[in-house]
């Protein structure tokens, strides 16, 4: 009954052997598959940081573009508003000469046409005269010094 218990004992023993090498086995393969997935977890970890990076960097570049871009913008649009100042300024220093050349002209105007009636006046009063002066000869007779005709000249003279 030892023998049988000894041979019991000394074939789980193997048993048990061969469950630790099958275990071990195992074991290995999985240290073996968790080795690969760590080394394959650091390739795709560096992969990313290295995307990381080149977007980071390209992001970078164009926030130093964008930002040259806006101060060149903002530069154009103060000269542009600089010479739209200007060249109000100026359009409405020659819109006041003109206004003030318009009111001088405006003024000279008046004063020939008053200069006009008074000399339309004057001719008017010339015109009466005259036919007043040519009617009293023609009543009276002829002057002196000759003839209607000569009278009628000295007067339109």
Known sequence: ?????????????ERAEEKAIQTEKELEKIESAYNTLK??????????????????????QN???????YKK????VTALQTELTETTWIY?????????????LNEELRSKDTECKKLNQI??????QQTTHTQQQGEGGKFEGGGEEENTKMISV
Do not use: C
Not at 63 to 69: F, M, S
């Open 1 to 13: 009954e030892m023998d049988q218990q000894l041979l019991n004992y000394k074939d789980r023993a």
């Open 39 to 60: 080394k394959t977890s650091q390739k795709d970890k560096d992969l990313v940081q290295a995307q990381y990076n080149q977007l980071k960097q390209t992001a970078q």
């Open 63 to 69: 926030l130093i573009r964008v930002g040259e871009e």
């Open 73 to 76: 913008s903002t530069q154009q």
């Open 92 to 104: 409405n220093t020659k819109i006041k000469f003109l206004e003030n050349r318009i009111k001088r």
């Open 123 to 128: 001719y008017e009063s010339i015109q009466q």
